[in-house]
């Protein structure tokens, strides 16, 4: 058990070591994958050295799929293209303490609604 919450975070450690993120199809077979080794793991209800290796495998790539699809939903909740430089009206709470540096201010924003017909934003943002 503990060689595969190891892995799995082993995983999700190699997804932040890559210079970009697998496509969406990509993380799909990694899932498929992975729950194929699980599931056919030979030696089932025992302990052998070939059953621990494909479930610290499956294990491992688990994490990094996980780790990628929660980056990709991460990087999907955008603001759109056309809004960019627009003034848009929202709602919202202060989520973090300001941070302040030479030049400006900066906090995270959560949305909780935009007044701005048409106008859609991340949930979260960072304002300047």
Known sequence: MRLNIACFVA??????QQPE???STGIGALVAGAALLWIL???KGRWTPVRAASLALASGIAGFAMAASMAQLRLADALPGDWEGRDIAIIGVVADLPHADDRRVRFEFDVEGVTTPGASVPRRIVLL
């Open 21 to 23: 993120l697998p496509r």
């Open 11 to 16: 995983g999700i450690v190699w997804l932040q």
């Open 41 to 43: 793991a030979p030696g």
